[in-house]
Structure formats: structure tokens, C-alpha cells
């Protein structure tokens, strides 16, 4: 027969005639095709079960809780009004605070109804979780601000803070695209809040959606973070945590795929790293540095021209948009002298070094003294961490036999062991502002820094996927397998010995 006849009919048995040629049986292509349907199915589950927990947790807490019950109201509200209003150049006027630092108050103009925040509740997240239990009490004082007379008011006054210039505003964008939504369509200012929360809780689960189809491994470990009752009340409010654990979900997505796939990323994926570097810039700087590891991958997928403009370009549209803003416009709230602390820790840096890695040893302290529904989803979270990583070990045990030293183990492993460098520096970095800021430094007795709170590591726990994966090597042959192939050529060995 021709090669063309064999390539498409089996091999006639013995004694057949040209006439007797047998078709090819279409049974595997059926079940290929099954098995292919059997692998989408599976990829999909994890995001349903996350826009489950998610939908459902979020309609809990919008129904149980107003949107001006949590963490800092005085100053997620004003912003998000800011920015839906245009008002984010606001003037600003300077003044001392009771500390002796010296601040920037801006003042922001606008609707009674909406700066006034009547029925505000400022308390901790946890607490408004547990508060979602018995039902909020401030939520009935919060809707009176609907029957309010409107006037023309300006923040801050005796009576009424405004904290709109804390933090850059871009990051409430979400919020205020829900809040000025709200206002063309004429709704009330309690609903019009409500809405700004539902556009966040929307964004959030588009991005983190996006981060579990994305990510080639782990993507139990994300449904799960994406699911947290912690982390989906901060998404369904008017925070702005939400988008910037979004954001790190995303990042690790991305470059956990081209490590995976041993392909460098395209432009736009390039594009889109640097744009999320330099949102996360604008968030705060400590949630950037583990970008940083984008270092750590090699030539092949990623060349240090490459590198440099990633990480370079965005920093440089940082400090063009956010210094000046900073500068004429930012505003800090802080209870100690910032002065006084920064020369403390100048003058005595080992001691403050040996304070904040104090300080962080008790945060195995916190998770366990909280509320009792906190340290099960924490639970189940490790789990799924435990299960995804026995599942690649396994996977893994396919690779031929051969002798790894420290060295070798480490090199293979170098994007986890380095995140976990780079996420301790990122927590020595936000006690080190909370020194700063929440501390007074000179009289500070007790060898533990106050102020943190367990949602600034929130943004880290999508980092954990990078002990999913190891890098792509290429192993010379005569040193992996001298005695079953002594050639001298090179193959290239995914995880662990599928050539490539």
C-alpha cells in the first residue's frame, strides 16, 4: 500500500484482498473526546464553587450589614464620593496634628446625605463578621440619611471627618463606578452605597474568576482564598482590600502559567504584569515586592530587557503620578511622631529590627485568638494547599531516579523559596510602617509592635501556589543517566523528567 492508504485504513490480515481494507475505528476518537470534555468539566467546577461561596457569602453580608459598618468608613466613603464626583483634587490645607506631625486635610465638598455618613460604625472586620450574626443595629440609623434634608456641606468639620486623601483613590475605582451609577439613576444614598458594593463584589469575582481559570495548578487553593467569609466581606464592601487581593491572585495566575507552560509570555501578558505591578504600587508599595520574582525566571522566558521594562516602566509612571499626587494632595493618619520614630529607628536599627521579627512571631497568636469561625477556613485552606501539593509529588514521582543535593532541590524550587523571602519582607515591611505610624518607638516597653491586623497578609495567600510548580531544566544526559544513555546530547525535563 502507499503511505497515504496506510495512514488511513489498518492493516488488511492475511490472506484479504485490496477490497477487504478495514476503516479505522472512530471508538478512541470518542473517547478522547469524552476524556477532553471529563478535563473542562473538572477546571470548571473549582470557579463554580467559587462564584457560589462568593455570591452567597456577599448577599449574607450586604443583607446583615450596612454598608458604612467597617473598618475606616470615614475613609472609603469619602473617596469613593471623591472619585464618582470628581473632587479628588480637592484643595487642601496644612496643619499639625496632635502628635506634632504635619498633615494635609482636604477639604471635600458635596451632599450632606453622602459625607455626613450617618450611622457610620467604624470596627474591625472581624468584628463586623461577627456583627452579621445578630444583625447590624446601625443599619435602620445608616437608611435615615435617605429622609435628610440635602445641602451643600463641606468635610471635615466639628463633627464629621474626611480621610479622602489617605491612600491614592484609583483603587476605589470599582466602588465609584457603582456609586455614580447610582446617583444618575436617582437612587437613595443608602442604596446608592449598596450598589457601590455590588459593583466591587462583581469586580472582585470577575478577577479572581479569571486568576482560577488561568492558573495551571492550584486552582482549589484559589476557590477556596476566593471563598474565605473573611476575604469575600472585605470584596462586598466599600473597602478597597478586596481589589488589591484581586490584583496578587491575578499576578500569580499569570506567571505561574508561563513557568507551567515553559513559554514566555506574550506582549500583552507583559503588558498586563507591568500594569498590575503598578497598581499594586499604587495600593502600597510592600504588596509590590513580590513582583520581584519575576527575577528569578530565566533567559528562556524571560530576558533581562524584558525584565527591566516590567519592572522599571511601571515604577517610573508611579513615581510621575503618584509623588506629585503624594506631595500637593496625600494626607496621613498616624498616632505617634513620625519624626521622633524614624530617628529611633536610625539610631537603634538592630533593636527595631529585633522588635518587629518579634512582633511577628506572634501572628500564629492572632489566627488562633479570634472568633471561633475564623481558624476553620484557614483549616480548609491548608488542606487544599496540602492536597494540591501531595497531588504534584505524586505527579511527580515519574522522574527518573538520580541524586539531588541541596542545590539542585533549591534551584528547582527557586520561585517558592523565593515568595517566601519576598512575602517576609513584605510583613517586615508593614510592621515597619506600623512602627512608624500606630507606634511610639521611644516609649515602647513591651518588646511587640500594636496595630496589625490579620487581613494585611490577605493579599499574600494567593502567593502560596508558587510551591506548585518548579522550574523547566535542562539536564545533561551523562550526569542524569550515565549508565542508561551515555550520549552527550541535552534534554530538556518539565517537573521532573517528562522531556520536553
Known amino acids: 500500500m502507499g503511505a ?54 456577599s448577599a449574607w453580608f450586604m443583607a446583615r450589614l450596612g454598608p458604612l459598618t467597617s473598618p475606616d468608613p470615614d475613609m472609603h466613603g469619602p473617596t469613593i464620593y471623591s472619585l464618582a464626583t470628581g473632587r479628588i483634587f480637592s484643595p487642601v490645607h496644612r496643619e499639625v496634628d496632635a502628635f506634632g506631625n504635619p498633615v494635609k486635610r482636604q477639604s471635600l465638598s458635596g451632599d450632606s446625605q453622602f ?19 445578630k444583625g447590624d443595629p446601625g443599619t435602620w440609623q445608616q437608611r435615615l440619611s435617605n429622609n435628610q434634608p440635602r445641602q451643600q456641606v463641606s468635610i471635615p468639620d466639628r463633627h464629621h471627618a474626611n480621610r479622602s486623601n489617605q491612600y491614592f483613590p484609583l483603587l476605589y475605582l470599582p466602588q465609584a463606578i457603582g456609586l455614580r451609577t447610582a446617583m444618575w439613576s436617582g437612587m437613595t444614598p443608602y442604596s446608592s452605597w449598596q450598589m457601590a458594593r455590588i459593583t466591587n463584589v ?14 495551571p495548578r492550584g486552582k482549589w487553593v484559589l476557590a477556596v482564598i476566593g471563598g474565605m467569609p473573611s476575604i469575600v466581606f472585605l470584596a462586598s464592601s466599600l473597602m478597597s482590600d478586596g481589589n488589591i487581593i484581586a490584583l496578587c491572585g491575578i499576578f500569580a495566575a499569570i506567571v505561574l502559567k508561563c513557568i507551567e507552560t515553559n513559554r514566555p509570555l506574550a506582549r500583552s501578558g507583559r503588558f498586563i504584569v507591568g500594569l498590575l505591578f503598578l497598581l499594586l504600587l499604587y495600593s502600597k508599595i510592600l504588596y509590590a515586592v513580590p513582583v520581584l520574582v519575576l527575577l528569578l525566571l530565566p533567559h528562556r522566558l524571560m530576558t533581562a530587557k524584558v525584565k527591566a521594562g516590567i519592572l522599571l516602566v511601571p515604577m517610573a509612571v508611579f513615581a ?4 506629585p499626587w503624594s506631595m500637593h494632595f496625600g494626607g496621613m493618619l498616624a498616632i505617634g511622631n513620625i519624626a521622633r520614630n524614624t530617628h529611633q529607628m536610625i539610631a537603634h536599627p538592630l533593636h527595631t529590627a529585633m522588635v518587629i521579627l518579634r512582633s511577628m512571631t506572634n501572628l500564629p497568636h492572632m489566627f488562633v485568638h479570634q472568633p471561633i469561625w475564623f481558624l476553620p477556613q484557614f483549616i480548609v485552606l491548608l488542606a487544599a494547599w496540602l492536597f494540591s501539593l501531595i497531588c504534584v509529588l505524586s505527579r511527580n514521582q515519574s522522574v527518573a531516579a538520580y541524586r539531588r543535593g541541596p542545590w539542585q532541590w533549591l534551584s528547582e524550587n527557586r520561585y517558592f523559596a523565593g515568595m517566601l523571602v519576598l512575602c517576609f519582607i513584605s510583613i517586615f515591611m508593614m510592621y ?39 522550574d523547566a531544566r535542562c539536564v545533561d544526559n551523562r550526569e542524569f543517566m550515565p549508565r542508561l544513555q551515555p550520549s552527550h546530547d541535552r534534554t530538556c525535563y518539565l517537573k521532573g523528567g517528562e522531556a520536553l
Not at 518607638?441 to 490579620?454: E, M, T
Open 202 to 215: 462583581i469586580v472582585f469575582m470577575l478577577l479572581w474568576g479569571t486568576a482560577i481559570c488561568m492558573i
Open 115 to 133: 459625607l455626613f455618613l450617618g450611622g457610620k460604625r467604624n470596627i474591625l472586620d472581624m468584628d463586623a463578621i461577627q456583627l452579621s450574626l
Open 432 to 470: 515597619g510602617a506600623l512602627a512608624l505610624t500606630w507606634n511610639n518607638l521611644q516609649a515602647l516597653n513591651a518588646d511587640r509592635l500594636g496595630a496589625f491586623q490579620v487581613r494585611y497578609i490577605y493579599p499574600l495567600l494567593s502567593l502560596s501556589t508558587f510551591a506548585l510548580v518548579s
Open 320 to 323: 510621575a503620578t503618584y509623588m
Open 4 to 57: 497515504d492508504t496506510q495512514g488511513s485504513e489498518r492493516t488488511m490480515p492475511s490472506g484479504a484482498g485490496p477490497g477487504l481494507a478495514i476503516k479505522p475505528a472512530r471508538s478512541h476518537d470518542r473517547s478522547q473526546s469524552f476524556r477532553d470534555r471529563h478535563r473542562r468539566l473538572m477546571r470548571a467546577i473549582p470557579v463554580l464553587v467559587f462564584v457560589m461561596l462568593c455570591l452567597s457569602e
